[in-house]
T-cell receptor, first 112, second 113 residues
């Protein structure tokens, strides 16, 4: 069946450093890739998404890259801050964004 | 605008009992999804409603799980009888429109003892 692999499961960085989370997906029909951030005790919230017609998208300190050939996509956070500490989930779905397959999550710690 | 709300936030029950989780989507959102996250693992898709109809229930674990969305507004997810492996956080999400961005509720943490 479809699956999304996410690495690493835990990531610890120093404030100001960059963080990179990588995902791979199995369903070649996937063409929508959202990223969610879940802070402790809160709901998952969409922080950025990318569709298969582009290779990169940036929003302030976060960016996402997509390599459809290799079925890889990554989240990049630059100049990390303590408030970036959370669990981040990658996901892949079809064009309608209906059935969404999530990765297992990456727990990011940003040390002040 | 109110977000997706879920009730209860936490439920502790014994094996063999019945539990019903409720989800109120964002008003006007036709699409409603149920997911489950077992500790440390992925957020796993359970099913998808479009209004009151089940569009995709391929992720439902077994027939102990029953989801309904009568009237196409709020949804319930009933587990009967509950087993230990049903423990986890159950998330609901809703979406609307062409971009179909999913908005999540805060989840219900279910503990089956």
């Amino acid at each position: 069946g479809e699956n999304v692999e996410q690495h690493p499961s835990t990531l610890s960085v120093q404030e100001g450093d960059s963080a990179v989370i990588k995902c791979t997906y199995s369903d070649s029909a996937s063409n929508y890739f959202p990223w969610y951030k879940q802070e402790l005790g809160k709901r998952p919230q969409l922080i950025i998404d990318i569709r298969s017609n582009v290779g990169e998208k940036k929003d302030q300190r976060i960016a996402v890259t997509l390599n459809k050939t290799a079925k890889h996509f990554s989240l990049h956070i630059t100049e990390t801050q303590p408030e970036d500490s959370a669990v981040y989930f990658c996901a892949a779905s079809d064009a309608g964004g209906f059935k969404t397959i999530f990765g297992a999550g990456t727990r990011l710690f940003v040390k002040a | 605008e109110a977000g997706v709300t879920q009730f209860p936030s936490h439920s502790v029950i014994e094996k063999g009992q019945t539990v019903t989780l409720r989800c109120d989507p964002i008003s006007g959102h036709d699409n409603l999804y149920w997911y489950r996250r077992v500790m440390g693992k992925e957020i796993k898709f359970l099913l998808h409603f479009v209004k009151e109809s089940k569009q995709d229930e391929s992720g439902m674990p077994n027939n102990r799980f029953l989801a309904e969305r009568t009237g196409g507004t709020y949804s319930t997810l009933k587990v009967q009888p509950a087993e230990l492996e049903d423990s986890g956080v159950y998330f609901c999400a809703s979406s609307h429109g062409a971009k179909n961005i999913q908005y999540f509720g805060a989840g219900t943490r279910l503990s089956v003892l």
